[in-house]
């Protein structure tokens, strides 16, 4: 969910919530000058309903919901970036990663080929809506206190896997991307290629059993310094990191427009 959505959600719930008081109270004082005519015509008023009920459908609400999912769905396109940004085409003009993108999916593949070895990094937009939610539940004193902070300056978890051809072992790195840095959690080697990269629930049953290798940041200092030189050999980089969270904010706007549409045409049905 874009900020400039989210804030439009918080003013427009606040609008609501402040709109529904005033109009209950206009209401309880009507309801109780009229309540005679009232009780006189509650039985046709029923009768009316019922027929406007059969008449759009299922539910006399389907037409007003609709209507907002057209107007919601006509903001986000007149404010949706063109279909490859200037940061996506600058990133696969330079033919190094390779994106795994399907829609209707939350997750997202990187890969690429380095010497011998096969690079998958995955990440997913689950991350990039929760932050945004959370940051939005805090009220206005939060947001005024993060204006220095950068864009995108929320965490994105990243699980990177490298294997070596014929070779049966494989590394699996967990690290956050934050900031324009990856910051390492851990590297855990597994001696079963298969069990280190397959993505099936027996996979991960087995790789549950197993160590996962120390705390990164108890490592020695300088095998710290070593491991972080060979990512960046192989394009774990502070360049990527700057992608994923563009990417991730790109791709999130992408499902929602589609998620727009498609529960649009499910009410229209």
């Keep these: 969910m874009s900020a400039v959505r989210a804030l439009r ?21 009507a309801a109780a000058a009229a309540l005679p005519a009232f009780r006189a015509a509650s039985v046709p008023a029923a009768r009316a309903f019922s027929v406007s009920a059969r008449r759009f459908g299922e539910g006399a609400s389907d037409v007003a919901l609709a209507q907002k999912l057209s107007e919601e769905l006509k903001y986000e396109k007149e404010s949706a970036a063109p279909s490859d940004p200037d940061f996506l085409t600058a990133f696969k003009s330079q033919g190094v990663w390779k994106i795994q993108d399907t829609v209707g999916n939350d997750e997202v593949t990187l890969t690429r080929k380095f010497g011998n070895e096969t690079i998958r990094l995955m990440f997913s937009i689950v991350d990039i809506q929760t932050e945004q939610e959370t940051e939005f539940e805090d009220g206005e004193e939060s947001a005024e206190a993060d204006e220095d902070q950068p864009i995108h300056s929320y965490p994105i978890r990243c699980s990177l896997s490298i294997t070596k051809g014929s070779n049966p072992g494989a590394l699996s790195i967990d690290a956050m991307c934050q900031d324009g840095a990856f910051i390492t959690d851990n590297i855990s080697f597994y001696p079963d290629a298969k069990i280190g990269t397959d993505l099936t629930a027996e996979a991960d049953w087995k790789r549950r059993g197993l160590y996962i290798g120390p705390q990164f940041d108890t490592l020695d200092v300088t095998v710290q310094e070593e491991f972080e030189k060979f990512l960046q050999e192989r394009g774990i980089n502070d360049s990527l990191a700057m992608f994923i969270p563009e990417f991730a904010e790109y791709k999130e706007q992408k499902e929602y427009v589609g998620w727009l549409q498609n529960v649009k045409s499910f009410i229209d049905a």
């Design 9 to 29: 959600q918080l003013t427009a719930s606040s609008s609501r919530v402040c709109a529904a008081r005033n109009a209950n109270r206009t209401f309880t004082r």
